[in-house]
């Protein structure tokens, strides 16, 4: 559950100094950045809560949704109104984030770049239950990746002015889906976005993707190193060239959903 605190006006400002100092898609930059921000906020505050109409109480159990893209937002004042549940989809730049976004969509509503680390805005999509709804009743944001080693400076600067606020102001933030490639040992730079978030009190979930290319030996093996070098409870196996997990994940993502508002 997201936590719901008095409003600090020093918050804000706290993250911004933290972060300006240390740009968030460089690992050593990461790992002072998040350390600065969880000293400031030790105790997981967010600011004040404000109310969302629950779009989602009667949502069907196996989820056919209409999707459509909204923005690009390269501000905070470019972001959509806070209204509806988010649920913002996070990882290293060659994870499989818009692989996976559009494998829950049923569409290619995110493009799939042959080189990581291009994107530089929150991309927001609404997500309604049948195309005829006017209303959205979730967003979904891909936020940029991080930790790709040829990432330019000028991509890397990008991050503090908005990114972290994001996750760490955004009040209709319901989920963080944490992505990490199942094939590979926990990554120091996702261990640390984690560390984040709790801090931060976000709720949020690990998916582990292409797990496809793993036996079923294989997936038991990833899931137990990833649940012990991540340090959560639980760790959720996806493919999305299969289609494994989605219905879990799509499960997941409407309770939290529901739950927030």
């Known amino acids: 559950m997201l936590a719901t605190q008095p409003r ?37 505050e967010l600011p004040e ?22 923005l690009s937002a390269h501000s905070p004042a470019q972001f959509p109104a806070p209204l509806i ?81 994001y996750l760490a102001e955004r009040t209709t933030l319901a989920l963080c889906l944490c992505l990490v490639d199942s094939n590979i040992p926990p990554q120091q730079p996702d261990i640390q976005l984690i560390e984040f978030l709790k801090h931060t009190g976000r709720e949020l979930i690990v998916v582990a993707t292409k797990s496809d290319k793993l036996s079923g030996n294989g997936r038991a093996k990833a899931q137990s190193a990833l649940r012990k070098g991540l340090q959560v409870e639980d760790v959720l196996l996806c493919s999305a060239k299969t289609g494994a997990g989605l219905k879990e994940l799509w499960a997941t993502i409407r309770s939290a959903a529901g739950n927030e508002v």
Request: glycine share 6%; charged share 20%; proline share 8%.
């Open 8 to 44: 600090r006006e020093q918050q804000g400002e706290q993250v911004a100094d933290c972060l300006a100092q240390n740009p968030f898609p460089t690992d050593k930059a990461l790992s002072s950045s998040l350390s600065l921000v969880v000293q400031a906020n030790p105790k997981g």
């Open 85 to 165: 549940p988010e649920v913002a989809f996070l990882g290293r730049s060659n994870v499989g984030k818009s692989s996976l976004l559009n494998a829950l969509l049923g569409s290619k509503q995110a493009k799939v770049s042959s080189t990581p680390g291009r994107t530089r805005a929150i991309n927001f999509f609404a997500i309604t239950d049948r195309p005829e709804r006017q209303q959205p009743q979730i967003y979904f944001a891909d936020l940029p990746g991080y930790g790709y080693a040829k990432i330019s400076k000028s991509i890397s600067a990008e991050w503090p002015k908005f990114i972290e606020p």
């Open 49 to 70: 809560q404000k109310e969302i109409a629950n779009y989602t109480d009667h949502w069907p159990s196996t989820m056919r949704v209409s999707s459509k893209f909204v």
